[in-house]
């Protein structure tokens, strides 16, 4: 087969390829953003790329493959090690992602320092700030003695030389997006460099078996910034969720090799840094009454069940089309239990906006939050309050069925911990009987709307 070189070209912002330069990317719409990149060969896809010829890859049989009992490396932060399944895997390759300013450096920095303090040999390689400015971080956070490497440097074989000098156990890379390699064209952060800088990282990662830290940003819509293909080259991905002016930050694995995905850690930002929250349960429940439009429920994040309260407000509209806006929860499932509150718990309130929001900048996705949700806006709908240290739990059918949540007794044991002694649950779910706890069931939406306004 030939080996011809031939040109193509490329989006640079969503990394489609096309035989013919255009002024709008056909496929993501931008403009300006179809650069000219030379191909050597035949088509080059990533794996293509450069992978390394060293590496040993003969098949053999599996039951001869040697086991690696390698042990994680703590990060010497216990809601660190918790999102990424116990710790650092030797070798890995981790994508943390969030939006600016969230504590993505502040996260590295406290613990590659900390990690060092322990006797572990790391390097973190700035391609973002000036060494004066990491060492200012540094000082904030009380690491500023750390015997932490720092290298601020953005090209990328300069930073393999020295880490291949250096031979670091973790190495961090902020941002990937400041990274370049000097074999390509195009300017840091465009789709073709940063493809190729994550997979000479990659590579490096899991041919000296040194554990790499990504730093990514991310666009608008949550995305990191660049191809999917980062996402699926890494063996993690975390993303920093929460808000930004909020005391709270939470950092969720959303793809894990060596662990659970949807694991969760919580930290608070304070002048020193990213402190774990030891037991977030408390912190996003406020002590005292519940009023008219809150409800407690419990999410089973990860391995870990969390109690968070849920608020509602439902107000006579003043547009043509009704408000309906959500925080932390999906507008699409407010939009059906409202259709759900209307049908069968015989609920008017098509003419009335109505606002949710998950208290401390929670983002939930379980489905067992559905029936504390409708019970909030109920509560609000009808100004009156749930049961003092009540928790509702559940998951809501189309036919108004309640229908049984995961790990029930899980979410049961938390809410008793915590001290609640009244629960709402699916009648159809296996219900262990826990002391000093009142168990409520129901199998329909009504029953549960009819308890609340009795
Ligand atoms: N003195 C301080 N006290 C409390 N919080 C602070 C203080 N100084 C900075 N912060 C917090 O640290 C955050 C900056 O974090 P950091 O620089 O680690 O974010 P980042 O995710 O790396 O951002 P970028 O994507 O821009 O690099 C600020 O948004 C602020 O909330
Ligand atoms: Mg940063």
């Not at 703590?74 to 981790?94: H, K, M, Y």
């Not at 790391?122 to 720092?150: I, P």
């Not at 670091?168 to 073709?192: A, C, K, R």
Request: charged fraction near 20%; hydrophobic fraction near 40%.
């Amino acid at each position: 087969m030939s080996k011809k070189s031939e040109v193509q070209f490329e989006c640079s912002v969503c990394g489609v390829k096309l035989s013919k330069w255009a002024g709008k990317c056909p496929s993501c719409a931008a403009w300006s953003s179809i650069v000219e990149i030379e191909v050597k060969g035949e088509a080059r896809g990533i794996g293509a790329m450069s992978m390394p010829q060293n590496i040993d890859s003969k098949p053999m049989f599996l039951s001869q493959v040697p086991t690696e009992h390698a042990k994680r490396l703590s990060t010497a932060n216990s809601e660190f090690d918790r999102t990424l399944g116990g710790g650092l895997a030797p070798g890995s390759l981790v994508l943390l992602g969030g939006d600016p300013g969230i504590g993505k450096s502040t996260l590295v920095l406290q613990t590659l320092s900390a990690m060092a303090a322990a006797g572990c040999k790391t390097l973190y390689v700035s391609g973002e700030e000036s060494a004066a400015q990491v060492k200012l971080r540094a000082e904030r956070l009380g690491a500023a003695g750390s015997d932490m490497l720092l290298f601020c440097e953005t090209s990328l074989n300069k930073i393999l030389e020295n880490a291949e000098q250096i031979k670091p156990q973790v190495m961090v890379i902020d941002s990937i997006q400041t990274m370049y390699s000097e074999e390509l064209p195009g300017t840091p952060g465009s789709v073709s460099q940063l493809r190729e800088c994550a997979l000479k990282l990659m590579v490096y990662a899991k041919s000296s078996g040194v554990i790499t830290i990504l730093i990514g940003h991310v666009t608008k819509d949550g995305q990191i910034a660049g191809p999917r293909i980062l996402e699926h080259m890494v063996d993690t991905v975390a993303y920093f969720e929460g808000d930004k002016k909020g005391q709270y930050r939470i950092l969720r694995t959303v793809k894990n090799r060596f662990g659970a995905t949807d694991e969760i850690g919580v930290f608070e930002m304070s002048s020193l840094g990213l402190i774990p929250v030891q037991n977030p349960s408390r912190v996003f429940l406020q002590d005292g009454e519940l009023s008219p439009g809150s409800a407690v429920s419990c999410t089973i994040e990860g391995s870990r069940a969390m109690l968070f309260e849920i608020q509602a407000l439902v107000g006579k509209s003043s547009y043509a089309m009704p408000q309906r806006v959500s925080a932390g929860v999906e507008q699409k499932k407010l939009t059906i239990i409202l259709a759900l509150l209307e049908r069968f718990a015989k609920l008017q309130i098509s003419n009335f906006d109505v606002f949710v929001s998950v208290a401390g900048g929670l983002r939930l996705d379980d489905p067992g939050i559905d029936l504390s949700l409708a019970c909030a806006i109920v509560s609000n709908a009808l100004n009156k309050s749930l049961p003092h240290r009540s928790i509702v739990i559940g998951e809501l059918g189309l036919s108004g069925e309640i229908r049984t949540v995961s790990s029930l007794d899980l979410r049961i044991k938390e809410a008793h911990r915590l001290g609640f002694e009244k629960i709402v649950v699916p009648a159809s779910g296996k219900i262990p009987s826990v002391k000093g706890v009142e168990v409520i069931k129901f199998a329909r939406l009504e029953e549960a709307t009819r308890w609340l306004s009795a």
